[in-house]
């Protein structure tokens, strides 16, 4: 009597192993699609959200000071390019964060804004921020007021405690 044979026994249990690492190697390579497209929809997400709130903020301002053409109507903050880039997601949570500090400034007359921003740039000048469990530190660069538009340019830094 002859028992079954061995050699089949092995291809089959070779497929069985082949078909189990396509299924490890698909569902990874899924699950690194699933987690790109999220990571994308979270930024837009923030990003219109940061968008919504400067737009409800704009909104009512007109309606505050339609009558006076010379106070900060509206506040803009734009962070200078590095190189290597930062994470946008932070770079947007940091310039909503500082868009509502600056908050203060909006609907203060244009002609006496020289001490305030002083004020401001004294006060925000190298404060850190803590994003994601990364600090980040900022310099403001240059505030200018055009047309009731306050607009300031920040260098933002990973912050590296010494």
Known sequence: M????????????????VFLLGMVIGSIAYNMVF????????????????????????NKTPRKYRNRSTVVKEIKVTVEERDPPLDSLAVKEVVQTLQDELEVLRGRNIFDIDSDAKMARTLLNRKIYSVRDKDYSIQIKTMLVSEGVLQIWVDMRPYVRS
């Open 2 to 17: 002859k028992g079954p044979s061995l050699q089949g026994f092995k291809r089959f249990m070779q497929f069985v192993g």
């Open 35 to 58: 987690q790109a497209s999220y990571n994308q929809l979270w930024i837009e997400n923030k990003d219109l959200q940061i968008k919504l709130y400067q737009a409800e903020e704009d």
